[in-house]
């Protein structure tokens, strides 16, 4: 008899809280949800309140099995899921699915796996909460819902194979909005005048110090800047105020999901998936506080430990307790920042990337229960004895007291922000400035920046989006649905104007200046703008941000039980469905397609468009005699922005650059990517290559390095049976390669003393008997070989479309 079992989700967790509990209790891992709603349009009955369907998947049912035998031998079974929506749904699912004993469940919850926490759990246990697993439940049928039933009308009237989501189609169009905010940004250009003053001393001598100034407003046109220049040759310049200020600088809070995505992104280079994946290891590990949370308020316990660690390593002075509170009204679920359990541990983790992480929580953590840093700051005035009506300004901060910097300064999106701007020299009021130089250079206003993951995040929250469990999930399903590409942006060259003055002579010049350069950043791709405008036409409320808010504000009140769940869902579903079958019936299929103008060689029309393989370019139409000529878009080019000049570009493949060895290299673009293709030889194009434009030199330099290593690779090359049998080096060791079949070598056999005859035998070995439960041969003889194999009869009858549950069941919930 089990006196005591306790269900967590992860079996890291498990291990992590089996050492915090004695020998009466046995701790088992769910891994997860263990049932979900079924794979069919069945799975949610919306004649029966929205009554789901539950099956358990195949890959559970072992599991689940397990867990219902424990389960009958255990006295008292405690469910130790995690603490948000998801957590208290499992625990529910456990409950019902398990078909366990009420009487004998206790659901306990922590924020921290720590011994006294996990403790704290056991004396205070609770019921499930209903209200938070309705909540979940209301959440997972509607996104069900909107996945079923747009997906079909994308298919009918988009693309097949698309889908939609409630939550990642607005995600979709917050990127496409941005990126149409870049498309049409209209560039304008000014003038910022700087200069550089040597202060003059009392003694008339020129101090080796350095001031630098600007003119705070900016000059409109090219005239006036040469001009302003012009007029400040016989000028003097003197500093006629100096004006200082105290101030300071006051510590971020600790962190909360999106925030520790954001800074983990700024200052680790992670993305957000990656963030959350090491968070939830150091969780389980016990290391830091629970990593879903919208709180930034830390316990009392977790405040007094701070303080005194902060005493302990930088003295009384920099400690200054801080309460933080959470501004967001729908913050669910949560009791604390993320945090580290223990501060005392500044470093821990089980490798370099969940140390790094940790050390930010720690960091940022420590600092938000520091010193304000205290701050001068120095604005001075210069007067232009030529231009009375206009004065230069220097700025500078002295840090006085670095306070929380001592430990964390917090990351910016905007790479040009300065915290601390540079020290001022010795300076006084009536002080002569002597010239050094002066500037005048041209600058462009900027577009606004492209997301990346983390701003993302940042932006979602902000429009009240999805919740803390749901933002890397959103974003990393955009992604691979092919609606947003992660990826980077070289940029685009333009001239620029400068005007440079010294000793009172001014220099023009014109230069080449790059800009637009982007890394790692968020794009959407064309079928990503077609299925998000087609959305936004035909289902403006799916995709109002307003609207979605509001979605999720009632999923809080239902949270809190201050709303029912079937009530909420029938307002959502019954409009939803009607406008479902409306646009089935009256909207026309979207051909995706723009006419970019006439072929000037043929005059037949050209046509950018989304075909079966993707984003292309036409020439001619379907239903000529001669077929239309295709070229498929390079990565970035967008059909609604695509010029002509540019699609006719993409004919020029494939092209022959010259010869080598007298045969002809033609570079091309093919399924696999960009090519180069020498005596019937393809050689792949390294990401770095342009296929329009690599030079003969470097494709003679692709083949001779293709060439060498497939030589390495090479052993043997023989015939059999009219077909290439090849010898080869492999990853895991030399291999027979033969009829797009994949053979062994035994390892007692040397591969380079191989003969015609002993590797043909091996084939025929291995062909006639493949290995039982390993990857067979994919050879056409080998299929034609293998013996017909009956498979038994499975207990229950089953079909591609799902597997068929042990238990299936229609769940009604009980007030």
Not at 251 to 277: D, I, N, Y
Not at 388 to 415: N, S, W
Request: charged letters at 30%.
């Amino acid at each position: 008899m089990i006196k005591n079992l306790v269900i967590v989700e992860s079996p890291a967790k498990a291990k992590t809280i089996e050492k915090f509990l004695g020998d009466d209790y046995i701790v088992r891992s769910c891994f997860g949800h263990i049932r979900d709603l079924a794979s069919d349009d069945k799975a949610v009955d919306v004649n029966n309140r929205f009554a789901p369907k539950y099956v358990v998947p195949e890959d559970k049912k072992k599991l689940v099995a397990e867990l219902r035998k424990l389960s009958k031998e255990a006295e008292q079974i405690w469910l130790a899921t995690d603490e948000d929506r998801e957590g208290e749904a499992i625990s529910w699912h456990l409950l019902d699915e398990l078909n366990l004993d009420k009487d004998k469940i206790k659901r306990i919850v922590f924020h921290e796996i720590t011994k006294p926490a996990i403790l704290k759990a056991i004396a205070n246990p609770r019921r499930i909460d209903e209200n938070l697993v309705n909540a979940q439940q209301a959440r997972r049928i509607l996104d069900r819902l909107v996945g079923f039933e747009l997906s079909p009308v994308l298919w009918r009237k988009v693309q097949r194979s698309l889908s939609a989501g409630r939550v990642q189609s607005v995600a979709v169009r917050v990127v496409v909005d941005r990126e149409r905010e870049v498309i049409n940004h209209i560039y304008s250009s000014n003038f910022k005048l700087s200069a550089k003053f040597h202060p003059v001393e009392n003694n008339g001598q020129k101090a080796n110090a350095i001031l630098e100034a600007e003119l705070p407003e900016r000059i409109t046109n090219e005239i006036g800047a040469e001009q302003f220049l012009n007029e400040c040759k016989v000028a003097s310049y003197k500093i006629t105020d100096i004006e200082v200020k105290p101030g300071q600088k006051s510590p971020g809070a600790p962190f909360t999901t999106s925030t520790l995505q954001q800074e983990a992104s700024r200052k680790l280079g992670m993305s957000v998936t990656r963030t959350m994946m090491l968070a939830q290891k150091l969780y389980e590990a016990g290391h830091i506080t629970y990593m879903r949370t919208d709180s930034v308020n830390l316990s009392e316990t977790a405040i007094v430990d701070i303080a005194n660690e902060v005493k302990s390593q930088y003295g009384e002075k920099y400690s200054h307790t801080r309460r933080f509170t959470t501004k967001n009204e729908s913050a669910q679920e949560a009791h604390e920042a993320i945090r580290p359990t223990y501060i005392n541990v500044h470093s821990t983790g089980a490798d370099d990337s969940q140390r790094r992480l940790y050390e930010l929580i720690w960091k940022r953590s420590i600092a938000s229960q520091m010193s304000n840093a205290i701050l001068e700051k120095t604005n001075v005035k210069i007067s232009i004895s030529t231009k009375p009506d206009k004065q230069l300004v220097a700025t500078g901060e002295i840090l006085k007291f670095d306070g929380f910097l001592k430990v964390y300064l917090e990351g910016k999106d905007d790479e040009d922000d300065e915290d601390i701007k540079g020290m001022l020299p010795p300076l006084a009021v009536g002080q002569d400035l002597d010239p050094i130089e002066l500037r005048s250079t041209e600058k462009y206003n900027r577009p606004p920046a492209r997301y990346a993951e983390a701003s993302l995040v940042k932006k979602l929250e902000e429009l009240g989006i999805g919740r803390p469990s749901t933002y890397a999930p959103t974003i990393t399903t955009v992604q691979k649905r092919g609606y947003v590409n992660k990826t980077d942006h070289d940029g685009y060259e333009r001239k620029v104007t400068h005007f440079f003055m010294m000793n009172d002579e001014i220099t023009k010049s014109v230069e080449t200046e790059h800009f637009g350069k982007e890394r790692n950043k968020l794009f959407p791709t064309n079928i990503g703008i077609i299925v998000n405008d087609f959305l936004k036409e035909h289902f403006e409320d799916i995709l109002d941000y307003n609207f979605t808010a509001t979605v999720e504000k009632e999923f809080d009140q239902i949270a809190k039980g201050k709303m029912e769940w079937q009530s909420m869902l029938e307002n959502f579903y019954h409009p939803f469905h009607k406008n479902i079958e409306t646009t089935l019936e009256t909207s026309e299929r979207v051909k995706g397609e723009r006419l970019l103008g006439e072929d000037p060689t043929t005059g037949k029309p050209v046509f950018a468009k989304v075909g079966r393989y993707g984003p292309m370019i036409q020439i001619g139409n379907l239903d000529e005699e001669e077929k239309p000529k295709y070229a498929k878009l390079r990565d970035g080019m967008l059909i609604e922005t695509i010029t002509m000049d540019e699609a006719m570009t993409l004919f020029k493949l494939p092209r022959e650059v010259g010869e080598y060895d007298q045969q002809a290299i033609v570079v091309s673009i093919g399924r696999f990517g960009p090519y180069v293709m020498h005596a019937k030889e393809f050689y792949s194009l390294p990401k770095t290559e342009d296929p329009y434009t690599i030079s003969l030199e470097r494709s003679i330099e692709i083949i001779v390095t293709g060439k060498e290593a497939k030589a390495a690779k090479q052993i043997h090359t023989f015939e059999y049976d009219g077909k290439v049998l090849n010898v080869l080096n492999g990853r895991f060791g030399p291999y027979i390669s033969y009829d797009k079949g994949n053979y062994k070598i035994p390892k007692t056999v040397e591969a380079k003393n191989l003969s015609q005859d002993e590797a043909i035998e091996l084939v025929k070995q291995q062909i006639a008997n493949p290995p039982v439960n390993k990857r067979k041969p994919t050879s056409k003889a080998a299929a034609e070989k293998k013996p017909a194999v009956k498979k038994p009869t499975a207990k229950k009858a089953t079909t591609d479309k799902k597997p068929v549950a042990k238990k299936a069941t229609t769940v009604k919930k009980k007030k």
